[in-house]
């Protein structure tokens, strides 16, 4: 066999393993919102990560709005790339926000808890000027804003 040869069926392996190692892995997503949000990529998507491990939101959401979520840094790590330290900066800027609380840890995994109600106030308050832009490209005044939308539609077929 020939250098070349020797070469080209190397070069061969090690794309077919990249290969196989890039379809044998689910993909990482991102909620684009989050980004927004918490104005980081990495603690988007660890929030992301964490809803999606607690996706069971039917069995797993509290009566008080929580989602209540288990996993190791390393399964986190091994799941979306995100170190430890990274983890540790993501899970800092949650609860700086309400977000997130954190129990347990010492040898044991930490239990998170979601505050799904605060998060979709926050995700509201984020979307508000959107709302308002679109309410105002519909010719909408300040006053039917206030009386919300099914007064608003009300008073205008009153008149």
Not at 39 to 52: I, K
Not at 78 to 102: F, K, S, V
Not at 113 to 118: C, E, I, S, Y
Request: aromatic residues 4%; contains cysteine; proline residues 2%.
């Amino acid at each position: 066999m020939t250098t070349d040869k020797k070469i080209t069926d190397s070069h061969g392996d090690i794309l077919s393993a990249m290969l196989l190692d890039w379809v044998g892995q689910a993909p990482v997503t991102i909620h684009r919102a989050f980004i927004d949000l918490t104005g980081n990529v990495l603690c988007a998507l660890w929030l992301t990560y964490a809803l999606d491990k607690g996706r069971a939101w039917e069995r797993s959401v509290g009566h008080e709005g929580t989602v209540k979520i288990e996993m190791t840094s390393a399964e986190c790590e091994r799941d979306t790339g995100i170190t430890r330290a990274q983890q540790q900066t993501c899970r800092r800027l949650l609860l700086d926000l309400g977000i997130l609380t954190e129990a347990g840890g010492l040898g044991r995994a930490i239990e998170y808890t979601l505050d799904t109600r605060h998060l979709l106030d926050l995700l509201m308050r984020q979307a508000q000027p959107l709302a308002d832009a679109l309410r105002a490209s519909r010719g909408l005044g300040e006053s039917e804003r206030a009386e919300g939308p099914g007064r608003a539609t009300a008073s205008r077929l009153a008149r």
